[in-house]
């Protein structure tokens, strides 16, 4: 099941929604209680306009990130905001800086140009008037909500833009592995806070927030380590070369065979010619037992159109695309296409243990 839907695509970027965006509606079912549907409907374009602000904060790190010739193949919104996923790390401390600063020069501008608006349109225009607790207008509430946002996301915890700046400044002198783990630690030490403040309130959105931080937190911490581990490897150095094929008009049978025959789960599909059709899993060899029997043809159990892996790529790129197809192999082909070696998920991993290992 994907967690992710793709709504637009803006600027070679893709942007994809999370499922649990619809979280939003629940929020704004108090104001269908209280005010009935206009409410409801007029709490639902504020959560649409907050977004839409955050959706700018994100295009800012993607421009800056482009100056420094950083892709980003997707930005994904999520109820606590939103995130731009960056197809590397950039290359010097300096350029994450401004990536990271670029998202929060974005949001101080939003936050600005609604304060200039509502000074203009609205009474009362004092800064103290607006940052009442009391009922205010829509581009009032908007502006505020910029101004919190603005303050959480330069918090010094990753994975904030805060923390992602105190990365880059520690990186200078203590390096991007060490510097991540700091930035990281810091966030999750925040993220424990926020979900208890969230539990003894109670605050629902608090402890999701908590959630998504210690999580995010985590997880870019040991991408990091992962890619510093990798760094300098190709898929020459990290694929299996002691693997089987299997025509494409064997049987579901002797694809058993050589499943229990040794450690090999996925297995490559060939046409006469030694060409790659797709690739047969163990989830696709069951399915295809019990849905066509033993006789059928490995051709109707795996899945086509697999992607295949160039045997000079480098780690990152590889990693990537085996990440990407949502299988936990891919066969790899020479310069020629014949194929020379299967990229698998178990053996990656068990790779970067020993190589973690040997340089502690």
């Not at 704004?28 to 709490?43: D, S, V």
């Not at 950083?70 to 994450?96: F, H, M, N, S, Y």
């Not at 998202?103 to 509502?118: D, K, R, S």
């Not at 064997?250 to 060939?270: D, I, S, Y």
Request: net charge neutral; proline share 5%; with cysteine.
């Amino acid at each position: 099941m994907t967690w992710t839907y793709r709504i637009a695509r803006v600027a070679g970027t893709d942007i994809k929604v999370h499922a649990t965006f619809l979280f939003l509606i629940i929020l704004a079912l108090p104001a269908l209680r209280h005010g009935g549907w206009p409410a409801f409907i007029e709490q639902l374009l504020f959560f649409l306009a907050l977004f839409l602000c955050i959706l700018l904060h994100e295009f800012g790190h993607i421009l800056m990130a482009r100056r420094f010739g950083v892709r980003t193949p997707d930005v994904i919104l999520l109820p606590i905001g939103g995130v731009a996923r960056l197809e590397r790390l950039p290359d010097a401390p300096k350029q994450e800086f401004l990536i990271a600063l670029a998202g929060p020069l974005v949001t101080l501008a939003i936050a600005l140009l609604l304060y200039g608006w509502t000074t203009l349109t609205a009474r009362p225009t004092s800064l103290d008037d607006l940052m009442a607790l009391e009922s205010v207008p829509f581009a009032v509430a908007l502006m505020r909500v910029n101004v919190l946002l603005l303050a959480f996301n330069l918090l010094p915890a990753f994975p904030m833009d805060g923390g992602r700046l105190l990365r880059a400044v520690l990186s200078h002198r203590l390096g991007l592995v060490r510097a991540t783990r700091i930035a990281a630690g810091i966030g999750q030490v925040v993220a424990i806070g926020f979900g208890i403040v969230g539990l003894l309130l109670p605050n629902p959105l608090l402890v999701l927030v908590a959630f998504f931080v210690f999580l995010g937190a985590g997880t870019e911490a040991a991408a990091v380590e992962t890619r510093a581990v990798g760094e300098g490897m190709r898929v020459r150095d990290m694929m299996i070369t002691d693997f089987r094929t299997l025509p494409a008009h064997a049987t579901l049978q002797e694809a058993v065979e050589h499943l229990l025959a040794g450690e090999q789960r996925e297995f490559p599909v060939v046409d006469a010619h030694g060409r790659v059709e797709g690739l047969l899993t163990r989830e696709g060899l069951i399915r295809g037992l019990s849905q066509r029997g033993a006789g059928a043809s490995v051709a109707e159990a795996m899945t086509p159109g697999t992607p295949l892996i160039r045997v000079d790529l480098g780690f990152d790129e590889a990693m990537e695309r085996l990440r990407a197809s949502g299988l936990r192999a891919l066969p790899v082909v020479d310069p020629y296409g014949n194929v020379i070696g299967l990229l698998t998920l178990d053996n990656v991993t068990d790779l970067l243990l020993v190589r973690r290992a040997v340089r502690r």
